[in-house]
């Protein structure tokens, strides 16, 4: 009995080990569906995601940057994402949301067509960007595989950088 | 070395307010050069920035100030009588000074800056000149000595006496009691230093009294020695010297200022947070409608009702006393004119007297800061250009003098700056000859002008009217400043001036730039907000009044021709509703440009806070920022600035569908008219293709009214007439002529119906319908062909 107990003492120890020491090693995204492709960010880069509100269009401006919206009295830039990745555009659904992405000096939303999840992944698995993409120019951060998918992780401050 | 810094920060927010003072007090001192009183206060000013000087080290600083104390000591003492070539010295090293303490908050030094030496010889020239007896050496020496402590009493010499009337000056009642005990101790000090430099002063007046300009570095050395002592002193001198001068200025010792300075940030940011209770306000308001709708007759209305009333009311008084705790008198700035027109009526050999009134007018403490560089200018140009020299001011009967006025007053939410002066006035004529000259204007555009659009000429970027430019102005850069300027505190300048009289400029900016009062404008279902105070007014026109002159849409506006710009146009808005007879032009002024907008309807006046659209969209052209609306919606707000330079390049469609109307384009040839020939049978629209093939018309052909009206709906093609049979399937002639009828553009096309109906019902119903002529079948080409011409103008 007590070495039953012994052992499963033990096993929970390795366990939090483990955890303990890859904490720094595991990377948290949250997932998203635009168009066809399964995309994510850090969790960290996120304020937050909200339904659709109302926003205003502003000119000259291309046709990804929808325009701005009040959220909580911050006038904060929307932009489109289906767009942005060439997509055309498509009506907002019951699933489309807004996830407000920040860095240090900037604040966007983006239109996405629906959330996936939140995902853990160790950074053994995430690979290099595919190399036929520019580096500069490229908004992808790096792959995750988990088990029988990709997921492609998307560089937030490419993102959040005005490119008009 | 922090300590270093806040004694240094403090010396120069001292020294800047005192010497901003010192200017025009020295100017008024040479028309009074005996006010014992204004010397004195002057005497004070260079010694105060003498004493802290040389406590901080500032050696060159010290010796200039030194100098200049010893001249004002004598004219004070009335060994001196101040004259205008004194003046020029006193004010060369005036300017020396300010010159000085720049280099000193650039680099924390005073060295590498200006040479001092030439004025400082040019100021012993001025002491010695009239008075040169050795006698008084001896006692500047002891004076210098003396002045190490770093107060401002006066020197030893007659420190005694003046002291007395010098330091109950100082308010004490708001000084804690250490504060208190510090003040004594420091007290105390100053009585032993001065008697130990007294003594000591006696001792080195015997070597020293030869070589006089030589005393300075040696003094200087002993001045860093009373320093422990005194480390607390500047942190007190700072109140004190506040409190001392209001005493200087209304000459009535009892009501003494109580000031705190504040770090603006502070302010700025105490308004932000207001700003948000504004928006906070609005939609309030706003949900207190709606709920004041729904819930009509209960009693909770009523208790709601007054709350947010008190909301709004204390926030507008909280607005209020927030924007007043960040103006200015704008005396600021005019306090450095009178020294400018003197120098500049010398420099000129003109006679110019400086008038200036609503110096307490008060005004937002950003806008103080922007307005002085165009103020600067204007009052240049009216003593250069404006006020003619003494000789010809006599030939035309004018007083010697010439008069520049410089007058502020409120109007509304706006502050009024006026510039006058009694010169020559501006030549219309003369300044649109300039401008062709230069290249700024064609003739025709000369031609077409307003005396106003010829005066704001002289705002164009390289215009000058100076025939040679003097060192004053005359290289055509200054007014282009005034006008962005102006432009940038969304200000509107207006010039009037008549030959041989003079001319007045008036600058209206409004007296805050952080929350506006705008005006709310719709265009198809989007809202913009223009801040108010760019727009002049506002008014309702229909389409008629719009005239193009050389393809620019314009409107009369009482005496004046107005250029119109639609602000769809401007902010790429789609035009999806069929705009109506009628247009809202709102009159748009800015600096002195005056601009038409039309917009498709006005929502009405709001209190906005101006917010920025962030990194990602900054320097959006024609956006100044957005607010967000009692709805909780955000609505952008035009920049009118940019707005008049885009105006210039936007291609304009205001007037595409008169043009439709008519023709779509110039004719050149026969086949750019364009008929279209409506008709189920195919024989029938080959007879017609037949008849008017001479003619050389291109023909569209349609074989019923439903395809008719598809062609014409598409817009791939303007038509000049139509002709239309009456009996057709899916839809009649009489139904299409009535169909089309309903469309304002197609309101002049002309529809012709081709038919077999005889009967005079049948014609009568075609008028109804709108038919202009009625052919019945059969028909000679020629008939026909003639027709169709008559009706749409036919030129060949």
Same mark, same amino acid.
């Given at each position: 009995?007590?070495?039953?107990?012994?052992?499963?003492?033990?096993?929970?120890?390795?366990?939090?080990?483990?955890?303990?020491?890859?904490?720094?090693?595991?990377?948290?995204?949250?997932?998203?569906?635009?168009?066809?492709?399964?995309?994510?960010?850090?969790?960290?880069?996120?304020?937050?995601?909200?339904?659709?509100?109302?926003?205003?269009?502003?000119?000259?401006?291309?046709?990804?940057?929808?325009?701005?919206?009040?959220?909580?009295?911050?006038?904060?830039?929307?932009?489109?994402?289906?767009?942005?990745?060439?997509?055309?555009?498509?009506?907002?659904?019951?699933?489309?949301?807004?996830?407000?992405?920040?860095?240090?000096?900037?604040?966007?939303?983006?239109?996405?067509?629906?959330?996936?999840?939140?995902?853990?992944?160790?950074?053994?698995?995430?690979?290099?960007?595919?190399?036929?993409?520019?580096?500069?120019?490229?908004?992808?951060?790096?792959?995750?595989?988990?088990?029988?998918?990709?997921?492609?992780?998307?560089?937030?401050?490419?993102?959040?950088?005005?490119?008009? | 070395?922090?300590?270093?810094?806040?004694?240094?920060?403090?010396?120069?927010?001292?020294?800047?307010?005192?010497?901003?003072?010192?200017?025009?007090?020295?100017?008024?001192?040479?028309?009074?050069?005996?006010?014992?009183?204004?010397?004195?206060?002057?005497?004070?000013?260079?010694?105060?920035?003498?004493?802290?000087?040389?406590?901080?080290?500032?050696?060159?600083?010290?010796?200039?100030?030194? !100098?200049?104390?010893?001249?004002?000591?004598?004219?004070?003492?009335?060994?001196?009588?101040?004259?205008?070539?004194?003046?020029?010295?006193?004010?060369?090293?005036?300017?020396?000074?300010?010159?000085?303490?720049?280099?000193?908050?650039?680099?924390?030094?005073?060295?590498?800056?200006?040479?001092?030496?030439?004025?400082?010889?040019?100021?012993?020239?001025?002491?010695?000149?009239?008075?040169?007896? $050795?006698?008084?050496?001896?006692?500047?020496?002891?004076?210098?000595?003396?002045?190490?402590?770093?107060?401002?009493?006066?020197?030893?010499?007659?420190?005694?006496?003046?002291?007395?009337?010098?330091?109950?000056?100082?308010?004490?009642?708001? +000084?804690?009691?250490?504060?208190?005990?510090?003040?004594?101790?420091?007290?105390?000090?100053?009585r032993q230093e001065e008697d130990k430099a007294r003594r000591d002063a006696k001792i080195a007046a015997g070597e020293e009294v030869e070589?006089?300009?030589?005393?300075?570095?040696?003094?200087?050395?002993?001045?860093?020695?009373?320093?422990?002592?005194?480390?607390?002193?500047?942190?007190?001198?700072?109140?004190?010297?506040?409190?001392?001068?209001?005493?200087?200025?209304?000459?009535?010792?009892?009501?003494?200022?109580?000031?705190?300075?504040?770090?603006?940030?502070?302010?700025?940011?105490?308004?932000?947070?207001?700003?948000?209770?504004?928006?906070?306000?609005?939609?309030?308001?706003?949900?207190?409608?709606?709920?004041?709708?729904?819930?009509?007759?209960?009693?909770?209305?009523?208790?709601?009702?007054?709350?947010?009333?008190?909301?709004?009311?204390?926030?507008?008084?909280?607005?209020?006393?927030?924007?007043?705790?960040?103006?200015?008198?704008?005396?600021?700035?005019?306090?450095?004119?009178?020294?400018?027109?003197?120098?500049?009526?010398?420099?000129?050999?003109?006679?110019?007297?400086?008038?200036?009134?609503?110096?307490?007018?008060?005004?937002?403490?950003?806008?103080?800061?922007?307005?002085?560089?165009?103020?600067?200018?204007?009052?240049?140009?009216?003593?250069? !250009?404006?006020?003619?020299?003494?000789?010809?001011?006599?030939?035309?009967?004018?007083?010697?003098?010439?008069?520049?006025?410089?007058?502020?007053?409120?109007?509304?939410?706006?502050?009024?700056?006026?510039? @006058?002066?009694?010169?020559?006035?501006?030549?219309?004529?003369?300044?649109?000859?300039?401008?062709?000259?230069?290249?700024?204007?064609?003739?025709?555009?000369?031609?077409?002008?307003?005396?106003?659009?010829?005066?704001?000429?002289?705002?164009?970027?390289?215009?000058?009217?100076?025939?040679?430019?003097?060192?004053?102005?005359?290289?055509?850069?200054?007014?282009?400043?005034?006008?962005?300027?102006?432009?940038?505190?969304?200000?509107?300048?207006?010039?009037?001036?008549?030959?041989?009289?003079?001319?007045?400029?008036?600058?209206?900016?409004?007296? @805050?730039?952080?929350?506006?009062?705008?005006?709310?404008?719709?265009?198809?279902?989007?809202? +913009?907000?223009?801040?108010?105070?760019?727009?002049?007014?506002?008014?309702?026109?229909?389409?008629?009044?719009?005239?193009?002159?050389?393809?620019?849409?314009?409107?009369?506006?009482?005496?004046?021709?107005?250029?119109?710009?639609?602000?769809?146009?401007?902010?790429?808005?789609?035009?999806?509703?069929?705009?109506?007879?009628?247009?809202?032009?709102?009159?748009?002024?800015?600096?002195?440009?005056?601009?038409?907008?039309?917009?498709?309807?006005?929502?009405?006046?709001?209190?906005?806070?101006?917010?920025?659209?962030?990194?990602?969209?900054?320097?959006?052209?024609?956006?100044?920022?957005?607010?967000?609306?009692?709805?909780?919606?955000?609505?952008?707000?035009?920049?009118?600035?940019?707005?008049?330079?885009?105006?210039?390049?936007?291609?304009? @469609?205001?007037?595409?569908q008169v043009e439709n109307k008519s023709s779509g384009g110039e004719k050149t040839q026969a086949s750019d008219y364009k008929v279209m020939?409506?008709?189920?049978?195919?024989?029938?629209?080959?007879?017609?293709?037949?008849?008017?093939?001479?003619?050389?018309?291109?023909?569209?052909?349609?074989?019923?009214?439903?395809?008719?009206?598809?062609?014409?709906?598409?817009?791939? !093609?303007?038509?000049?007439?139509?002709?239309?049979?009456?009996?057709?399937?899916?839809?009649?002639?009489?139904?299409?002529?009535?169909?089309?009828?309903?469309?304002?553009? +197609?309101?002049?096309?002309?529809?012709?119906?081709?038919?077999?109906?005889?009967? $005079?019902?049948?014609?009568?119903?075609?008028?109804?319908?709108?038919?202009?002529?009625?052919?019945?079948?059969?028909?000679?080409?020629?008939?026909?062909?003639?027709v169709v011409k008559r009706n749409m103008n036919f030129k060949f």
């Amino acid at each position: 009995m007590s070495d039953k107990l012994q052992n499963i003492i033990n096993n929970q120890q390795q366990q939090n080990g483990v955890e303990h020491s890859d904490i720094d090693n595991i990377v948290q995204l949250v997932g998203f569906i635009v168009g066809d492709e399964e995309f994510s960010v850090p969790i960290l880069s996120i304020q937050e995601i909200i339904k659709p509100i109302e926003w205003t269009r502003v000119p000259q401006t291309p046709t990804y940057v929808l325009g701005v919206f009040n959220l909580r009295g911050t006038v904060i830039p929307l932009i489109d994402l289906r767009q942005k990745f060439g997509l055309s555009a498509k009506n907002h659904t019951d699933e489309t949301r807004f996830i407000v992405m920040r860095n240090d000096e900037e604040t966007a939303g983006f239109v996405i067509d629906n959330l996936t999840e939140a995902i853990r992944l160790n950074k053994r698995d995430i690979g290099a960007a595919p190399d036929t993409i520019a580096e500069a120019e490229s908004m992808i951060e790096g792959v995750g595989k988990q088990k029988d998918r990709i997921i492609t992780i998307l560089k937030v401050d490419k993102l959040l950088e005005r490119d008009f | 070395m922090d300590e270093f810094q806040e004694i240094l920060q403090d010396f120069l927010i001292e020294s800047f307010e005192l010497i901003e003072q010192l200017d025009q007090d020295l100017v008024t001192l040479e028309t009074t050069p005996e006010d014992l009183e204004l010397l004195n206060r002057i005497f004070r000013v260079a010694h105060t920035v003498k004493g802290a000087s040389s406590f901080l080290n500032f050696d060159v600083l010290t010796h200039l100030t030194h !100098h200049m104390e010893d001249v004002l000591n004598k004219a004070r003492h009335g060994n001196l009588v101040i004259n205008p070539d004194i003046m020029d010295v006193i004010l060369e090293s005036v300017d020396l000074m300010k010159g000085l303490l720049v280099t000193i908050r650039d680099t924390s030094a005073d060295t590498g800056g200006e040479d001092v030496s030439g004025c400082v010889a040019r100021l012993d020239a001025c002491a010695n000149g009239t008075n040169p007896s $050795k006698a008084e050496a001896p006692v500047a020496a002891v004076e210098e000595i003396a002045d190490v402590t770093p107060t401002t009493s006066t020197p030893n010499a007659d420190g005694e006496v003046l002291r007395v009337e010098d330091e109950p000056d100082v308010d004490y009642s708001d +000084y804690s009691d250490d504060d208190i005990e510090a003040e004594i101790e420091r007290l105390l000090n100053n009585r032993q230093e001065e008697d130990k430099a007294r003594r000591d002063a006696k001792i080195a007046a015997g070597e020293e009294v030869e070589s006089f300009p030589e005393v300075e570095p040696e003094v200087a050395t002993p001045a860093a020695e009373p320093a422990p002592v005194a480390v607390p002193e500047p942190v007190v001198a700072a109140p004190k010297a506040e409190a001392t001068k209001p005493d200087a200025k209304k000459a009535a010792p009892a009501a003494v200022e109580q000031t705190i300075r504040v770090d603006v940030k502070r302010l700025d940011h105490l308004m932000n947070l207001i700003g948000e209770l504004v928006l906070g306000k609005n939609r309030l308001i706003k949900i207190n409608d709606d709920v004041e709708e729904r819930y009509e007759g209960e009693e909770f209305l009523e208790e709601l009702n007054q709350v947010v009333s008190i909301v709004s009311l204390v926030t507008t008084d909280l607005q209020i006393a927030v924007m007043k705790t960040r103006m200015l008198p704008i005396g600021k700035v005019f306090n450095k004119f009178p020294r400018m027109i003197r120098d500049l009526s010398r420099e000129l050999n003109k006679k110019i007297d400086l008038q200036i009134s609503g110096e307490e007018t008060e005004l937002d403490k950003s806008i103080v800061e922007e307005i002085g560089d165009p103020l600067v200018h204007i009052i240049r140009n009216s003593c250069d !250009h404006g006020v003619e020299s003494i000789d010809d001011r006599v030939a035309t009967g004018k007083p010697e003098t010439g008069v520049i006025g410089l007058k502020a007053y409120n109007e509304g939410n706006h502050i009024v700056i006026q510039i @006058t002066d009694d010169g020559k006035g501006l030549d219309t004529d003369m300044l649109k000859m300039k401008s062709i000259e230069k290249g700024i204007i064609t003739e025709k555009e000369a031609d077409s002008m307003s005396d106003k659009e010829a005066f704001g000429l002289i705002f164009r970027p390289g215009f000058s009217t100076a025939a040679q430019v003097t060192n004053v102005s005359g290289r055509g850069v200054g007014m282009d400043v005034v006008k962005t300027n102006i432009e940038k505190l969304n200000g509107i300048i207006d010039i009037d001036s008549e030959v041989g009289k003079g001319t007045s400029m008036k600058l209206k900016i409004p007296l @805050t730039l952080a929350i506006i009062q705008a005006l709310l404008v719709g265009v198809q279902e989007e809202y +913009y907000a223009i801040p108010l105070a760019s727009v002049l007014e506002t008014v309702r026109i229909s389409k008629d009044e719009i005239y193009t002159v050389e393809s620019r849409s314009v409107m009369r506006l009482r005496e004046e021709v107005l250029s119109l710009v639609h602000i769809g146009d401007i902010f790429e808005v789609e035009r999806v509703f069929d705009a109506s007879e009628h247009a809202y032009v709102v009159v748009l002024g800015l600096a002195e440009t005056k601009i038409g907008l039309i917009v498709d309807s006005l929502v009405g006046q709001e209190e906005i806070v101006i917010k920025s659209l962030g990194e990602y969209l900054k320097g959006i052209e024609g956006i100044a920022g957005a607010t967000i609306r009692g709805d909780g919606g955000v609505t952008l707000i035009v920049d009118v600035a940019a707005l008049m330079h885009m105006a210039k390049t936007v291609k304009s @469609t205001i007037n595409s569908q008169v043009e439709n109307k008519s023709s779509g384009g110039e004719k050149t040839q026969a086949s750019d008219y364009k008929v279209m020939v409506v008709d189920d049978s195919k024989t029938d629209r080959t007879i017609i293709r037949k008849s008017l093939e001479s003619t050389g018309i291109t023909l569209v052909e349609a074989a019923d009214g439903v395809d008719a009206l598809n062609i014409l709906k598409s817009g791939d !093609h303007h038509f000049d007439a139509m002709l239309i049979d009456i009996e057709m399937p899916r839809m009649d002639g009489y139904t299409l002529a009535s169909e089309i009828n309903k469309y304002n553009k +197609y309101k002049n096309l002309p529809l012709i119906a081709v038919t077999s109906r005889t009967g $005079k019902a049948d014609r009568m119903r075609g008028v109804e319908s709108g038919m202009v002529e009625y052919i019945t079948k059969p028909y000679s080409p020629e008939y026909l062909a003639n027709v169709v011409k008559r009706n749409m103008n036919f030129k060949f």
